[in-house]
């Protein structure tokens, strides 16, 4: 059981930049893979970002290349999320999932991470 807890969310102007943290208790969360996915209402929960649990291999989705960088201190059990030149269409509750596989075929589907957080706001306004 690996129970991820995310902070970091707020209001900022467009252009502007944030950063997520992601961390668990538990210490085995430093080698589980960890992802980020966000929604907004009305839409699908979207991949953002993925990392390997030792840190190794990064994969993002296209909307956020070149803008988001995905991290992990494992000394702090803590993965990160790095939020740059932002939009508004960035606006959404950003959620942190873990599991202990990792798959670029498939994971960008929320189906296959096991463990979720509840999620941080992150508004972004024009």
């Known amino acids: 059981q690996v129970q991820p807890v995310e902070s970091g969310g707020g209001l900022v102007q467009a252009g502007g930049s944030l950063r997520l943290s992601c961390t668990a208790s538990?210490?085995?969360?430093?080698?589980?893979?960890t992802g980020w996915f966000r929604q907004s209402p009305g839409k699908e929960r979207e991949f953002v970002a993925g990392?390997?649990?030792?840190?190794?291999?990064?994969y993002y989705g296209d909307s956020v290349k070149g803008r988001f960088t995905i991290s992990r201190d494992n000394a702090k059990n803590t993965v990160y999320l790095q939020m740059n030149s932002l939009k508004s269409e960035d606006t959404a509750v950003y959620f942190c999932?873990?599991?202990?596989?990792?798959?670029?075929?498939?994971?960008?589907?929320?189906?296959?991470?096991?463990?979720w957080g509840q999620g941080t706001q992150v508004t972004v306004s024009s």
């Open positions: 999932a873990a599991d202990a596989s990792w798959n670029i075929a498939t994971m960008t589907a929320p189906r296959v991470w096991r463990y």
């Open positions: 538990e210490r085995r969360f430093s080698v589980f893979s």
């Open positions: 990392i390997s649990g030792r840190g190794g291999s990064e």
